[in-house]
């Protein structure tokens, strides 16, 4: 739930401090292209929520941060056919 008027506001306040970058702890660095990106996030209160993954999904991406784990793209036939 977001105050578009609030939102605009403050999108607008950025846009006119005219910064060289903006770096946010939520999006990729803003060079060139502050204006594109603030009319782009001054749409995020209409659009439609992206949904979330499941506890199953979550612990299955991050097992495959563990060192030595399997490509998580590789078939279960994959990973037990012996050479």
């Given amino acids: 739930?977001?105050?578009q008027t609030?939102?605009?506001?403050a999108l607008d306040s950025v846009r006119a401090a005219q910064p060289r970058a903006v770096v946010s702890s939520h999006l990729p660095p803003i060079?060139?292209?502050?204006?594109r990106v603030t009319r782009t996030l001054?749409?995020?209160p209409s659009a439609d929520p992206v949904p979330g993954v499941t506890q199953?999904?979550?612990e299955a991406l991050l097992a495959g941060f563990e060192p030595g784990s399997p490509d998580p793209a590789?078939?279960?036939e994959e990973?037990?056919?012996?050479h």
Wanted: net charge negative; charged share 20%; with cysteine.
């Fill in 42 to 44: 001054a749409t995020t």
């Fill in 74 to 76: 590789t078939t279960d």
């Fill in 31 to 35: 060079h060139d292209c502050l204006d």
């Fill in 79 to 82: 990973l037990h056919h012996v």
């Fill in 6 to 9: 609030a939102l605009a506001h």
């Fill in 1 to 3: 739930m977001v105050d």
């Fill in 56 to 58: 199953a999904e979550l």
